[in-house]
């Protein structure tokens, strides 16, 4: 009996040891052990799901798991929803474990997020990519004409400078057309630092439901979760805003007819890879709704121009406000089904202001 007890004590101390994480599933299909990788991954209490069945955690993962046998058996490709109703994708091997001299199975499973999206960014560059090109394109043609009115209420404003009537509409025109300028010039590209300033995210958020409040439905709701610690970024304001409006416009159209929460969450992601570049932190900003979602046979391509499921859309939403961000090192990457979608907006910060005000504070 001793003797079993201290090889248990030492099967424990070994995998909990382990950063993979591993779950062991005794004879009955229940959870006998989940070391601390386990917990983490799957973002639960070991203690609450100890001698729950082990479908709780992994469901649909297998059929029958006494098929394995004593053998072993590699799923690939497999989807977890976490609590944070966000996905985990993950390789499970399941093998037969013996645990204190009982029968059952050892089941580890391997994040396979990373390579996930690794390859979702490589897809979302060259869709960066085709959609830079039209969109430059795009605004070079549109540039001329702005140039024109522009010119025009000028001259106007001179030849008729007492008309108390023209003269408001002629200023909402110059005003606006100096607006869209200015939103073609950035489409063009980067301005360089100079445009750039350090803003809070929460405020940009804040600035952007104030824009949408008038057009937002009754029955649609706002939630925030908020994460108060993140440091401020440095970023061009007002292309941000762009960016970050038609994502929370989209949120609010697709939620049009039966209505919804809207959720903007933040937080900080560390170790994070966009590109070829792993950066220490990330601010992610979170647009959720509970719409209709995407249609299946366009969201492979949502980011290409042109490219849309909306009756009215224009398919440029998507691709100008990839296009701002990836001009500010960062990435959007979006999931959906219906009732849930996801778009993450990615920053990276400045790693070693962020290390500066850290030590000042």
């Known amino acids: 009996m001793t003797n079993q007890i201290t090889q248990s004590i030492s099967e424990h101390e070994i995998l909990a040891g382990l950063t993979t994480a591993v779950v062991w599933i005794d004879k009955n299909e229940n959870i006998g052990y989940i070391n601390l990788a386990g917990a983490e991954l799957l973002q639960l209490s070991a203690q609450r799901v100890i001698g729950m069945n082990w479908r709780?955690?992994?469901?649909?993962?297998?059929?029958?798991?006494?098929?394995?046998?004593?053998?072993?058996?590699?799923?690939?490709?497999?989807?977890?929803?976490?609590?944070?109703?966000?996905?985990?994708?993950?390789?499970?091997?399941?093998?037969?474990?013996?645990?204190?001299?009982?029968?059952?199975?050892?089941?580890e499973l391997y994040n396979t997020e990373?390579?996930?999206?690794?390859?979702?960014?490589?897809?979302?560059?060259?869709?960066?990519?085709?959609?830079?090109?039209?969109?430059?394109?795009?605004?070079?043609?549109?540039?001329?004409?702005?140039?024109?009115?522009y010119g025009?209420?000028?001259?106007?404003?001179r030849r008729f400078p007492d008309n108390a009537k023209a003269e408001p509409f002629l200023e909402v025109i110059q005003k606006e057309v100096k607006r869209l300028q200015n939103l073609v010039d950035r489409m063009l590209g980067?301005?360089?630092?100079?445009?750039?300033?350090?803003?809070?995210i929460h405020e940009l958020i804040s600035y952007?439901?104030?824009?949408?409040?008038?057009?937002?439905?009754?029955?649609?709701?706002?939630?925030?979760?908020?994460?108060?610690?993140?440091?401020?970024?440095?970023?061009?304001?007002?292309a941000?805003?762009?960016?970050?409006?038609?994502?929370?416009?989209?949120?609010?159209?697709?939620?049009?007819?039966?209505?919804?929460?809207?959720?903007?969450?933040?937080?900080?992601?560390?170790?994070?890879?966009?590109?070829?570049?792993?950066?220490p932190l990330v601010a992610v900003i979170s647009v959720i709704d509970e719409g209709e979602g995407i249609d299946k046979s366009v969201f492979d391509s949502i980011f290409y121009p042109m490219v849309t499921s909306k009756k009215n859309g224009s398919g440029l939403g998507l691709s100008v406000s990839q296009n701002i961000v990836r001009q500010h090192g960062g990435l959007i990457v979006a999931e959906s089904e219906p009732g849930h979608t996801v778009f993450n907006i990615y920053l990276p910060f400045d790693h070693n202001r962020v290390i500066s005000s850290r030590h000042n504070q």
């Open 56 to 107: 709780y955690i992994l469901p649909k993962l297998l059929d029958d798991i006494h098929a394995c046998g004593t053998g072993r058996l590699t799923i690939h490709e497999y989807t977890i929803r976490l609590p944070d109703a966000q996905k985990l994708h993950v390789t499970c091997t399941i093998s037969y474990y013996e645990m204190a001299d009982e029968d059952g199975w050892l089941i």
């Open 114 to 149: 990373r390579h996930h999206r690794i390859a979702e960014e490589d897809e979302r560059w060259h869709q960066y990519e085709a959609g830079n090109l039209l969109v430059r394109t795009l605004a070079h043609e549109i540039k001329n004409p702005l140039a024109g009115i």
């Open 152 to 157: 025009s209420t000028q001259l106007l404003s």
């Open 190 to 200: 980067p301005r360089g630092d100079a445009d750039k300033e350090l803003v809070n």
């Open 208 to 238: 952007v439901l104030e824009v949408v409040r008038g057009e937002k439905p009754d029955h649609i709701f706002i939630k925030l979760d908020y994460d108060p610690s993140i440091p401020e970024i440095s970023m061009d304001f007002e």
């Open 240 to 279: 941000m805003v762009q960016a970050l409006l038609n994502l929370v416009k989209n949120a609010m159209q697709a939620m049009e007819t039966h209505g919804g929460m809207l959720t903007l969450k933040t937080r900080v992601e560390s170790k994070f890879t966009l590109g070829t570049k792993t950066f």
